[in-house]
């Protein structure tokens, strides 16, 4: 007979489903494949009278365990549990259907009693998601918030549990719909129409947001109104937020938290991605710890290069790749990253005569620091001004953060199961014309149909409430135009337009070079 169950291990960063197997046939052996052989015959010692104690029977059965991927020695009593129902399976003391959808950890006494501390429960959760399980058993004084799993003291509660005479219940409290905090509401923010419309799509469509503009212009505040209308994250990125807050010896944050970190531009390249420190092992970084949130990058320009080069791939894949002697760690980190920065050292490019002071050259190298690959992977670009906008006869949906948020939701309900069908080729031949002309790379141009496919959502959302007044013949081509236009700091013709505002400055420092604009 054969019956299979799971446990959990780390891989780096990442929760491993850990398939128990076991195969049963005459005879008395009894053998375990994937521990470490000491650990083996300890386990089967264990195991043998803690199920005595829980009034169940040694099976009188040959039994091959298999655990694949094999355990490391530190982790190898925390899978008695897995191993122990597999057992009572193979040997008809509990349905072995039921096993099977079951993931669980825990160490057992000699009297059956769960225990143990192991950093492999912290992974549970996110393994039992990843192997389709439906259920996360655990001894109850595992430390784990923010994930549904089981907490049991024994083996007897377990498999009273199993069998439906007395089920255990879930530790973590049950969600409580409770008013969003928002730091910052939309009914706060001086800001334009397309200002807000960005901020909204940002959110929905889960876009990094680049916001340029001077000193005291609101950059801070826009980013703070983008985290205000995410949704609490999924379970996947809950689990491996508090797996991740864990492991760094941050307290839990519960399962409606959406996380904000903020780190400081002194932070290290291995304290923004994650790296390896010592005898800690692998650290998880601040874009992780942001998973299912957004990660707050302000003044992006005095963030050292070395940093924003390792933020380069995570950016676009979502995932930190760390390489190591024996191999790459993935670490996930889904997150919104919103950055944002002074135009030139003083922060007051283009913003007329008197205000901005430095020379052509310090702009030159400001700029040339945000400019390329980093702007790139910004697929939205804002840029603030010290002038108020004029926000006068604005839909409610772009004036409150309550009614944003529920299209938010909406978008994100639309859009993320479901694969985008390929652009028609009309929309193709304009993506191309557009690219050309505006100097849009190959990575600009996926992410300007990202955009737009979130436009067109939040306009169904709103009842044709965002291309009002546009064309709506065609509404795919509008969609693609108004993502393009999304894209701005990496246009040759805005430096120079911030430049041209400027000039009047340099005109009247240097009297001698000929005006040549009056
Ligand atoms: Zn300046």
Not at 393 to 414: H, M, N
Request: hydrophobic share 40%; aromatic share 4%.
């Amino acid at each position: 007979m054969w019956t299979q169950t799971f446990g959990a291990s780390h891989r780096g960063a990442q929760a491993l489903p850990v398939s128990v197997e076991i195969r049963t046939e005459r005879g008395f052996r009894f053998h375990v494949a994937g521990l470490p052989p000491g650990a083996a015959r300890d386990a089967a010692l264990r195991i043998r009278a803690a199920l005595l104690a829980s009034g169940c029977r040694w099976p009188r059965l040959s039994c091959t365990v298999n655990l694949s991927p094999a355990v490391s020695p530190a982790e190898a009593t925390a899978f008695d549990l897995p191993i122990a129902l597999a057992l009572l399976a193979a040997s008809d003391q509990l349905p072995p259907e039921r096993i099977r959808s079951v993931c669980s950890l825990g160490e057992l006494s000699l009297n059956g009693a769960l225990c143990g501390h192991h950093t492999a429960y912290l992974a549970a959760p996110g393994a039992a998601l990843e192997a389709g399980c439906s259920e996360t058993i655990l001894p109850a004084t595992a430390e784990l918030s923010g994930a549904p799993w089981l907490p049991a003291r024994d083996l007897r509660s377990v498999l009273r549990h199993l069998r439906g005479e007395r089920l255990l219940c879930d530790a973590a409290p049950p969600a409580v719909e409770l008013p969003m905090r928002r730091d910052v509401d939309l009914a706060d923010l001086t800001a334009d129409r397309m200002t807000r419309l960005s901020l909204l799509a940002a959110a929905a469509g889960h876009h990094h947001v680049l916001i340029l503009g001077p000193p005291g212009s609101g950059k801070s505040t826009f980013l703070r109104c983008i985290h205000g209308l995410l949704p609490p994250p999924s379970t996947k990125d809950r689990t491996a937020h508090e797996r991740f807050r864990a492991m760094r010896g941050l307290e839990p944050a519960g399962p409606l938290h959406v996380p904000l970190r903020t780190p400081h531009p002194a932070t290290s390249p291995e304290g923004l991605v994650g790296g390896f420190h010592g005898g800690a092992g692998l650290v998880p970084g601040e874009l992780s710890l942001a998973c299912g949130g957004m990660l707050c990058l302000d003044e992006l320009a005095e963030f050292p290069r070395n940093v924003l080069e390792a933020l380069r791939s995570p950016l676009e894949t979502g995932e930190v790749h760390i390489s190591r002697a024996g191999g790459i760690a993935r670490i996930p980190a889904r997150c919104i990253v919103g950055a944002s920065s002074n135009p030139c050292p003083c922060g007051y490019l283009g913003e007329g005569p008197s205000r901005c002071r430095c020379s052509e050259a310090d702009i030159a190298k400001a700029l040339r620091r945000l400019s390329g690959p980093i702007v790139d992977r910004f697929p939205i670009h804002i840029e603030t001004g010290l002038h108020p906008q004029d926000d006068a006869g604005l839909p409610s949906w772009l004036t409150s953060s309550r009614e944003a948020s529920e299209i938010v939701a909406f978008v994100r309900k639309q859009t993320e199961p479901v694969e985008a069908p390929p652009p028609t080729p009309e929309a193709r031949e304009l993506l191309r014309n557009l690219s050309r002309s505006l100097g849009i790379s190959e990575r600009g141009r996926a992410s300007v149909l990202h955009i737009a496919r979130t436009f067109q959502t939040i306009d169904a959302a709103t009842g044709g409430g965002v291309f009002a007044g546009d064309d709506r013949r065609d509404l795919e081509q509008t969609a693609l135009l108004w993502a393009a236009h999304c894209r701005i700091f990496d246009r040759t013709s805005w430096i120079e337009a911030a430049r041209k505002r400027n000039a009047h400055r340099h005109e009247r420092t240097r009297p001698d070079v000929p005006r040549l604009h009056s």
